[in-house]
């Protein structure tokens, strides 16, 4: 394992953490690695803490729960990275949108369906809703690890933008589609507004310690062309202008899921410093198109992870192989599932360590 400790002078331990080095474009004899999702339901310690709070946003608006819930996977495995505990549908809760995640359903939210309902919406008390968010970046910026860096996240702008439409999870954001086509002056209003929110959030994670932001695009695959570089591509062209203006040098990662080829037209336009890849993207393809522009992430398919053995680890001699070449960080091509056996992740994190490009 290749870590730098800097003892005598923490301030150069933030730049030469071995995550920030990848994201600085620097290709190491490892790649660093965290799973997306490291947090979570897989970990019976964490199926414990999430008793103590009966509602989920409850949970993510406790700093004790939240600050340990983060903590739990850095106690088993060696990430390089923690990522705040949190989600993406705090930004529609705080905006004043009425939010439940309800046992077995997931999200269900009261519709924005129109410009009227967009306009009931807020950023007023943005920050103070969010101050237990801040709290936990500020206190995990000081509790993990001197060489683990934190992450910060947001969903991206279409992303929530179909949770806060279709008020649920969907398998095709039909309204949140249609309503894009039919009318972008109305929908772009939602898109604006979370923009801005978005951008003052992930701000205040930076200024509270967050090392890196990733933006995730969940629902980025469903878009046509066209509409990709409306709903995507241009939100988050804002959104990292605005952040290298206002926190200069802290990378971004972005993750538009499913892009597919338009994966190269995002990383070209949007200026992210890394791209965290699904698992549909071909290795080759991305080292050859993708790592020449940016750090790419990613790319072992969660269920390849639940599998485990054999299959698991030539999927994961593949990706090493392939990405050696450049910048690079391990990840899964999308979150851990909660029926992933804390094993495989053992298994995954020491044939990581072990490798020597
Ligand atoms: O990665 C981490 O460890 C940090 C925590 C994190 C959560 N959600 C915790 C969570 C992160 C980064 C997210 C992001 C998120 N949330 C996304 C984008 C990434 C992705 O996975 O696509 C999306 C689309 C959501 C919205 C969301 N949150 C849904 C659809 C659900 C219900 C489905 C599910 O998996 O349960 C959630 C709930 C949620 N967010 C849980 C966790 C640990 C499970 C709730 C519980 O523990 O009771």
């Known amino acids: 394992m290749r870590r730098v400790i800097s003892v005598t002078f923490p301030t150069m331990d933030t730049k030469n953490k071995y995550f920030l080095r990848a994201l600085k474009g620097e290709s190491l004899i490892r790649p660093p690695f965290w799973l997306m999702r490291q947090a979570g339901r897989y970990l019976p310690e964490y199926r414990e803490l999430r008793q103590k709070s009966k509602n989920f946003l409850d949970f993510c608006y406790s700093p004790d729960l ?24 705090v930004i529609p809760d ?30 007023d008390g943005l920050h103070d809703h969010l101050a237990p968010v801040y709290q936990t970046v500020s206190r995990l910026s000081s509790e993990i690890p001197q060489q683990t860096a934190l992450i910060g996240f947001a969903g991206a702008p279409w992303t929530v933008a179909t949770y806060m439409v279709e008020g649920k999870g969907s398998k095709d954001y039909a309204r949140a589609r249609t309503w894009a086509y ?9 898109i604006d507004l979370l923009v801005e929110a978005t951008t003052a959030y992930l701000i205040k994670q930076i200024e509270n310690g967050a090392e890196v932001i990733q933006l995730f695009d969940t629902w980025a695959g469903v878009l046509s062309e066209n509409q990709f570089q409306r709903w995507v591509i241009q939100p988050t062209v804002e959104i990292v202008k605005r952040l290298n203006k206002a ?3 802290v990378p971004i990662l972005g993750f538009p899921r499913g892009a597919g080829i338009l994966y190269q037209d995002f990383v070209k336009q949007t200026g992210v410093d890394g791209v965290s890849l699904d698992n549909s993207v071909p290795v080759s393809w991305a080292a050859e198109h993708l790592q020449p522009l940016c750090t790419v992430q990613g790319n072992l398919d969660n269920m390849a992870l639940i599998a485990g053995g054999e299959a698991m680890e030539n999927e994961i001699r593949a990706i ?23 094993e495989h992740v ?12």
């Open 66 to 89: 939240a600050v340990e819930a983060t903590l739990q996977p850095l106690r088993r495995y060696d990430f390089d990275a923690a990522i705040l505990f949190s989600d993406i549908l």
């Open 182 to 190: 039919a009318d972008p002056e109305g929908f772009g209003k939602l």
């Open 320 to 342: 090493l192989e392939g990405f050696a070449g450049g910048p690079h960080i391990f990840n899964l091509g999308h979150g851990i599932l909660p029926e992933t056996p804390p």
């Open 94 to 123: 705080a905006l004043g949108q009425k939010v439940e995640f309800r046992e077995g359903e997931g999200p269900v939210l009261e519709p924005v369906r129109s410009i009227d309902d967009v306009d009931k919406l807020s950023l």
């Open 247 to 249: 926190c200069p040098g």
């Open 346 to 357: 053992e298994r995954l994190a020491a044939l990581i360590q072990g490798w020597e490009s």
